[in-house]
Every structure is written in C-alpha cells, then in structure tokens.
C-alpha cells in the first residue's frame, strides 16, 4: 500500500518518517521544490519521490495521502485526493475557513474516504491519561480549564500564532469533553510583524460551562507548555516540559456544607496527596500514523475526523474576528 | 499624631502593627465588634481602642484613619472621615463602584485631605525594581504582559474574586506605565457560590497598545504568582512565589531585519545573559504606611492616589459587566 | 506542674512558646542574661522567670527542665538536675563527648529520671511517614541514603558546623533504621573562621550495609535540604524546601535476571508512577514538648532518649577525628 | 588525513560522526565485530571501515586514532598505535591503571606523538565560562566544590561507576585549577551486582586546601548533574540539565570583620545579584575533535593530555582502594 506525503518543508519529513514503521506500508514523497527532495533522498534513500503531485492523483497503488502543505493550499489539494479515491490525512489545522472544512467533509461523506485531521495531540500519551481521569469520574464535574504554549519563536509567516498554536489546546480540550462554544473572546498583539499577531489571549464559554483560557506565543522569554484541568473533586496540572512528572493529579478540592439556618456557607478546603502517572514514552505522531493506516484499512471514522477539525476551524475564525475588532480599539 | 484603624478583621490588625513603626504615630484600634478589640488588645495592649468610630470622627487630636472594612462600607466611611477634616487611607479597592470613587476623590480635593489607596503592590520593592527596568528604557516598548495570581481559597462573602485579587496586578500595570484601557474582555467561573465567580481571566488592550491578560483565582492547584512583561529589547519574569530569584530579567528578543528587495521580513532570535537583581526584604506594608504618614505630613498626593484608585474600579466594573455578559449565552 | 527552660538564647524561646500549648503545665524562664529575661517577659508575660537555674533546682513544684544552652555545658547543668530528681530534655546534641553522655545516661537510669533529646526531626511529620513506608516494607531493602543540609549562614561560635547540623541528618536516619556504624570518614573545611569548619562532607558505612553520604555548611549559595533514601523496591526523596511536594515515592528500581547459561546478569530499568502524600502541617517542636511530657507523667523512655543522643555524639566525635586527620595532610 | 575510530560500540559512533565536520579528514571506522560495522555503514555509508586494527597500524595515510574500546584494552591498543608513528586520542579513563597510563606518556614523548585523553568537559562551553569567572578572579579565593551525577542506570559491566561517572567531575576540577590531592576517602554500595559498585561518594582534599566532594551513581530516582563551586567572593551553580541557566553566578558570600579588642570575629552575609550568563550551545564532542585535529596538524600538546588522564587515573585507583578497605569494615 503506497501512502504519499505531500509537502517536504518543515513538518512533512517528520510523517513521512513515521511511515517506514508501517512494513506494509511503501512511502512516497512529493515537493514541488526538487532541492527538497533531494534532501530527503539522502535521509530516506527507500522511499519513492516526484515532485508532482497530480501525477500521485493517478497511481492506482497509492491509496492515501498525507497533506503538510501551506495551510491556504490544504483544501484544493484535499479535495482533488479525495476525489481521485484517495483516503486523506490533513495537517491541522484542517483548512484555512470553516467554508472550506464543512465542503471536504460533504466530499469525504459522499465519497465514502478517510478524512483525518492531523490533531497530533489526541494521540499524545499524557492527554490520554488525563481523558482516563475525567472520564472514569476522578476529577468530578470540570469547573475550567486553563492552557499556555509560548517560547520564543518561530514566526510563521503563512499563519497566526492563534491558527499556528491554538489546535493543540483546543484538540486537547475536545479530546477530554465533548461540548460546543457559546462565547469567544480574544486580543491579540502584532509585536513584530505587522498584520500577524504573534502573541493571543483566547477565552471561551462552552455549553457545558466549563471556562477555557488559552495563551499563545512565539514572543516569550521561557518555553511553557502547560495545562490546568480543574473539577470539583480533583485537579491536574500537564506540563508538557517536564521530563519527570508530566502529569500531575491532585487531590484537592472545596467542600461546600450549607447550614441552612442562616443560608450561609461553609467552605473546608481540601489539599491531599499528589500523584504522577507513568505517562508511556511512545511518539504520538507514530500513534497517529497508526490510526491513519488502522481507518484506511478498517474502513472506520478517525478520532481526530473532519468534524472535529471543522470545530477547531470555526474557533479560530471567531478569536481571530474578535481580535480585529478588539484591536479596532486602539485607532 | 494619632491615626485611627478602622476595621481589624483579616487585613486591619496588619496595618495596625505596621502604624508602631513610627514613633511620633500613636495608633487607635477601631471595630464595631468588642470581641475583635478584647483579641487585639491582648496582641497590641499599647493601642487605644474605640468601638464606635463615629467617636473618632470628632477626635481632634486624630489626624488621620486608615480604613480596612468590607469594601461595601468604605464609601461611607471615608466620606464622613474626609468632611471631618481628617486624612483617609481605604484599603483596595476604593469602592464598590466609580460613582463613590468620583465623589470621594471631589470630596478629598475641595476639602483639601490626602486620599490614599491601599494598593500595596506600588511599594512592593520587586514591582519598583522592574519599574525601574521600564523607566531606564532596558525593556524597550513594551508589547503585553500576563499576571497570574491563583491558590486554593479563600472565598470571599462579599467580593468576587475579581474585586479581591485582580486590583493587585492593576495596581503593578499602572506603576509600570502610564495608560488607559480602550478594550475589556472578561469571563468568570462561579464554581463552588453561585453568583460569586471565584476564578476569572480579563483581557485589556490599552491605549498605548500594551495587551494585558489576567488570571486570578481562589480554586487551583498550586499557587501561582507570576507576572512576565515583554519589551522590544528584554523580557521579566516577576515570580513573586520564588524565594531566591523573584525578577529575571531575560536579554532575549528578536532582532528584524527588512530585506526591501522582496519586502520581506528576516527575524533572528536573541537570547543572551539572564541578570536576577536582589530585592530587598523591606516590608511592603511598612512603605506603604511610611507613604501615608508622609503624604499627610507634607501635604502630598499619594502615588496611590484616588485616581489611581478610580482607574481601577472602573476596570473592574466593565470586567465584571463583561462577564455577566459572556455567562449570559450558557441560558 | 512547672517545667524551667534553661537557656533563653536563640532556640529556648521557641521550646519556651511551645510550652504554653499544654494546659497544665506552668512554663518558667531561666538565663542567667537579665536581658534576656526583660526580652522574654515581653513576649510571654504569663511565664514565670528566674536568672539562676540553682534555684530551680531546689524548687519542688518543679517536675522538669529543657535545657537549651551552649553544647558545652549541656553535661553540667543536665547532671545537676538529674541528681535533683528532674526529668531532663536536651537540646541536640546531647553533651559535647560521648564520655558525658554515657555518664548521663548511667545517671539518668540510676536515678529513675528521663533524659530525652531534642532531636527534632524525630517528631518531625514528613520524617515519619518516611518511616511508615520503610518499616511496611515498600522501600524493600535500603542500600543508600544522602543527605544536604547547606543553605548560608549561620556560623556558630561554640561548634563546627558538623555538630551544629548533622545531628538532623543523623536523627533521621535513626529514625528509618536500627544500625550501628562500622566505618566513618569526613573531610571540612575552615573557610571563614580558622579552627571552625563550616562546610563538612561525611561518609558512613553501617553494620547492615547501608552507606550514608551527609553535607552539611553555612557557606552555600542556595538552601537545600534534600534526602535521598534508595532501596530495593522503591526510591524516595524529601525536599524539606518544598511547599507543596515534600515527600516523593518514586516507584523505580531495576530488576534483576539471571541467565544461568552465561553466568550474565540482565538488568531492567523500571520508572514508575511517582507518588507524594499529603504530609500533615503539625509543628514538630510542639509534638516533641508533648512527647516529653508524656513521658514525664508516665515514666516511659522518650523515642529519642540518651541513647539515640549518644550515638550520634560517638558519630561526631569520630567524624570530627577524621577530618582532623585528613587537613593533617594539608601542612 | 585518515582518522581512524577503533570501537564502535554505545561512544565511537558519537565520535565517527563528529569527525565528518571536518572537510580533511576522512574518517574510518574499526571494530572486529562485523554487525558493528554493518549498522555503521547504513548510518554513515561515507566512512571506510575495517575489522581488524593491526591492518590499520601499518596505514601509511592513516595519521591517528580515536579509541573507543573497553578500558581494560586502551593500554594496549594505543601502545600499538604510538610505536606505529600514529597520534592518538584515547576514550576516558586513560587506561585501567595508573602504570599503564605513565608508560604511554612516556612512549608518547619519545615517539613526540600527541596522546590526548577524551575529557568531554574540557571542552564543555559552560565548564569554559566557569573556567573565566574562576581564572580572572571573580570568584575570589577558591573554597570547595561539590559535584553529583547520578541517575537510574546504566549499570557498565567492565567498570564500576567511578571508573565511569568521577572522570567527568575529576576533569572539570582540573579544568579550573591545577592542584594535586593530598587526602583521597571513598565509599561505595554495590547495591545490585556483587563486586561492582554502583553509587560511589569521594571526598578529596588538594594541596592548594580546595575540598571537593564528588556523589556519582546509577542508582538515583531523578537524573542530577550539579557542581557548586564556592570562593571567597561568589559562588557558582552549574546544573547540566537546565535547559535555560546551566550556570548561576551568585553574589553572595561573607564579609568577615575583626574585632581586635575582644579577639572576636563579625561576620556579615551578603547575597546579592544572581546572574546567569548565555552558555554557545556548540557540542563539546565537536570541539574536542576539533582540537585533537589541531594538535595533530601544529604538533601541539593537548589541554586533555597524558598528565591530566594520569592523574585522574590516580584518583580512581586511589578511590577505589579507599572504598575497598572500607567495605571491609563490613565483615
């Protein structure tokens, strides 16, 4: 079964990487710049490569493709694969319009093909050990979650730190709940580059009121990746930087005793012992290959499917309205 | 001269002890509740003690109060001090609405008294130093600041949790520069009272272009006391938690270098030494109580002044009408 | 019944306050300093005071004393009031050679009295559960433990820093396992002070096997205060810095196979969950003071009595023999 | 110029790959197990490769060698080399012994080949910045230094972990300041195979009065690599894994003043600025090629010589007879 990857630039490498763990599966390469693909020849001499990818469109072999191109040029190459049989894997985020997304899944639904997003996060270990506790009740009724991935750099120049960042939270998010948004909030600064924010601020209500605050940045002067679930009966905090202790559970909480007769509370705060799982150290983007190929052959709807990816996209257009009128603001 | 406190319930007995610093300063302890007075007498027997501060208001020998009651009262009590003729120090906020901190700040000037706020924060030693930072010109322009001030409890009966934490990271904004907010976006979770958000997330875009994200909370996991502000040239860490190494001031940042050929953008990442200056240990209270007597002494306008103090409350207010706002799309 | 403190210099005021937590026990002070006394008079006005501990010993009312003062005379004045039939607590270490412990020792069984010593970390929350999860065997077999007692200042005038801190270390120890040493070596340093080492390394080889590897200084530019404690099953570390995470269980080992065939060994690493249990807040000085008076009012040996004080004593004397000797090779 | 790289088990292929930054040489690489270089050519298809040593000896082009081997065959192997004309370069420890290690040197200058010894730190950049602050006397008078290096696995089974670990720490010292030691105490638990320790803890005192306290192990439930260095004027905090400030310079220290009149001594503490300097992130692996290459080309003595490997050979000899003798106590 031959899969392609289209895109050789910054991220494609990295998945066409992961498909030689798949011995039934023969990966081809595809770049436009054939400086790329001579690049990759040397560091993976037994794949296939063209730098053409209508010609990949034709090959009655070639059963999937696997799309890292500019996010503008997802939905065009998308819908052609998917219209030529093929099954397809889009990099997040899925399109660059929720217009766009809901089409692919029209074409996907009719077609009867494969439509995955590639929301890596949903396959990361320490994010599947955290839906364990929410869903097997340890953490209670989810009161709010809170989550900031900064560093410094790298300046994309086709997207905004909000559409380059912000899946990852949002993917983790909807990994662990299943809810949709009443209320987008957003600012955004346009430090360096003028006309592409590279540092939000995202707040969002979900039907299920549970409050999410995102940070993203490329314009920070230490890396954080960390995330807070809170709930009424415990608590976790995921830092994504420490080697040690990713995930941390804490047993700790608010009490509430109502004495009626004076209609008062009575708070009792509770802070108990701290657990950290063992969070297994397998490669989420091997997972995710996995679950690729496992649909492809099974026939079955991805985790991270075009539904999901079209939420995510319709989050991102609404933080990023909300950030254009914030900033209209300041003139 | 003698200073009265008004109010000795959790904050007010820490003002009191810090008033016997002073030697020419002889302090008067003041609560409706004669229980508080018999617990204080026994900590400070060398206070005078009044149950009724309406006695004070007629004290000729009392110069001066500071009052630290719930923030419903403060209105009224500083109203009836300042036409007294004494000077007022309220504890933060300033009132529960702009409308009484407008009206107190007439009162004060045509009655010629000092109007001092609470805001500690402006005499904290770490706060100055990173002002200083600022003022010098080693951060540059200044791009956005995040303030994050979270622990488990305690609920307040009479605040929301806005009103009691987020004065403190406005109160460290407006000493750093000199500006006012165009833009206010806020949500709220009421986890554990209904009706009383006890974490929330602001968003303020102010007139200079400075983005600021706030989080504040009385239900997380660990406690969290972290300020970084981003400049052109440098970035500050401000961990208020980190006993040995509070400010870190990063010589990191990105150097831009338009290319005009292509209008394109090269950006080179900087990160250098990172400098952590010593903070002195002095007690933040005791400054700020020094201020006040000074203030009262020499006839100055405080620093916290009760435009300062009214800058605040406005915030807040627009903060906690936009909150009520976003939780109004749950129904 | 009335207790003396003897001594009101740097640690007696603490043992002193710690009295005042038992009903029915009168607390009286004694230093020889009137100083002192006015000091104390201040802040607990409702003790009783004597500037010559001859008198207490006289005093019939008076079932006890705590002796808080410099090591030196430790051997004289316990002595006296063991003869005068008082129980006595000893503040660490308990004389300055193991000759006067062994005569206290023999005094205090002759005369029916107690004689305990302040170590401190004996009652000490977090030492104790340490000490649960040795003793229910889920540590398995200890083979090392180290210890760093460091931070900077303060340097002692009348004793090197070696019987200043490792009675802590060595009282822990102690605690978790029942051995005696069979081999000790030490080297020091006299950065500051000629005479007087400051920074002290130890080595300690025990008769069941376990090494023990102390540092203990007033000369570092960080505090720390971490034991490491490592055995068969699982490792654990105690951060006595940390707020949150004091005690660590780290359920890591390696495991062993032997395959017969070659007469190799094959080892695998195993890194587990990580678990940190809620240490209580309780102050362990005030849990010693209640152990003492227990032991008092039921005439039973106190967990860290003479001969706990005495072994650490013979460790001091000859780690401080072999760190004489080993700067012998300096001249 | 050939370089040979004789050892291509868990370090020569770090080395074989190194050697590729330098256009004129051309690597070959050597190990009498065929799968070795079976694995090696795949990885790096440019080197040439042999399985046989002794063909490489009489290699006219072949100017030197990198010697990866086990411990126990440097001696041997690098002898073979030195009297074939060849430079060689041999992995840390020098050899198994210190007869062995005086004999190369002496060969080595008799033959005036270069014999350097593999001390990665030596060309650690952030041991080099380390170096500056000690050599242009920030530090002051040097006081002590204490080292750690454990963590969980992996057990070597042809030498003990000081054998393996204590090199690193040894040559760092040696890096900044050149002193012989006088007083060498060691201990050692053999907590999992017999006969081989695996947590060792080495006390060391020089000539120049520097304590160094060195703790190396396998065993350890966290990954540690912290040296501190203490001096008269400031103090050093280097942590390995910090990814962000490896090394802290501390301004903190004390100020002593004499009291003539009573003989008495003041001592003042002062903690002051910490600052962390930008350590170049170049690999220390490339830069001591990179030397070994120049010395071979301007016939130089290496900074990590003979005399350097000697002597840290000495140590360990001494180290581990030390800890044998005291294990004796154990019977």
């Not at 990099?91 to 809901?102: F, G, I, V």
């Amino acid at each position: 079964m031959k899969i392609g990857v289209i895109g050789l630039g910054y991220w494609g490498p990295n998945l066409l990487r992961n498909l030689f763990h798949f011995p039934d599966v023969q990966p081809v390469g595809c770049d436009s710049d054939i400086k790329r693909i001579d690049v990759m020849k040397k560091v993976f001499p037994n794949a296939e490569y063209n730098d053409d990818y209508k010609i990949l469109l034709k090959d009655d072999n070639l059963k999937a493709v696997v799309i890292a191109t500019p996010v503008s040029t997802h939905f065009e190459i998308a819908k052609e694969f998917l219209l030529s049989g093929k099954d397809v894997f889009v990099e997040k985020p899925l399109t660059k319009s929720s217009k766009e997304a809901e089409e692919l899944i029209e074409i996907a639904e009719k077609e009867k093909r494969v439509l995955m997003v590639g929301h890596t996060f949903m396959f990361n270990p320490a994010v599947l050990k955290i839906k364990e506790f929410i869903k097997n009740g340890d953490i209670g009724e989810l009161y709010y979650i809170t989550s900031t991935r900064v560093n410094l750099g790298i300046h994309r120049k086709d997207a905004s730190v909000i559409w380059d960042l912000a899946p990852h939270d949002l993917s983790m998010i909807f990994t662990w709940m299943d809810a949709d948004p009443v209320h987008i909030n957003g600012v955004g600064k346009e430090s360096i580059i003028k006309g592409l924010p590279d540092v939000a601020f995202l707040q969002i209500i979900f039907d299920n009121g549970v409050i999410a605050d995102i940070q993203v940045g490329w314009l920070s002067p230490s890396k954080i990746r960390k995330t807070i679930i809170v709930g009424s009966k415990k608590m976790i905090e995921y830092d994504d930087t420490d080697p040690q202790e990713k995930v941390k559970v804490f047993d700790s909480g608010v009490d509430v005793q109502e004495t009626y007769d004076y209609g008062e509370y009575l708070l009792q705060y509770r802070t108990g012992d701290i657990y950290s799982p063992k969070i297994p150290g397998s490669e989420p983007l091997k997972l995710e290959m996995e679950h690729f190929i496992n649909c492809i052959k099974k026939r079955e709807k991805p985790i991270s499917d075009g539904k999901i990816g079209l939420k995510i996209v319709k989050i991102l257009e609404q933080a990023e309205s909300s950030i254009k009128k914030a900033n209209g603001s300041l003139i």
